[in-house]
């Protein structure tokens, strides 16, 4: 049977604690968009996915349980779709890298190591699992903490961790053979 009682943790204008459509897309447009964007590499596309999907939230609002992860959840499969719609390569920019950007002592050698590492993070994250791909954008993309990421997916927190954990330990283990180290 579906639930249709208030939802709380965010609050409406009057600070009540009901949960609105209006006051949920003042608190997550912002991270929707950016997360969007990390998956399909083009703003105006993410836009419009990001507006679809509330639209489509609008319309379904007293069908939908949990609407904050129903959100994260409709836009994950619909950028799915564009890439696979449009085969589409992701990740492919420096800026989208996620890699903190160079530091003013910086020399060319290092710069060039840098980015070396950043492709060849790029195409291993690529190489993940759907699953584990949105985990590692979320937390070290997005920079969400383990409890929200577990709110957009609907893994428990503890399973968040652990599974981030054996993903880094595969990356890291990919990555060690090419030379390059948790310091590049």
Known sequence: MLKTTPRAKVPDEEGVGKLTLRSLFACEEAALLRYAHSLVHRRAVAEDIV?????????????????KAWLYRSVRNKAFNYIRDHKMEVLNSDEQSGLPGSVQTETAEDHIQRREAAVALRQLVEQLDETDRQLVKLKYFQGLKYRDISEHTGLSVSNVGYRLHHILKQLAGKLRPLGIDGES
């Open 51 to 67: 507006q679809e999907v509330f639209l489509q939230l609008h319309a379904r609002w007293d069908e939908v349980e949990t609407p």
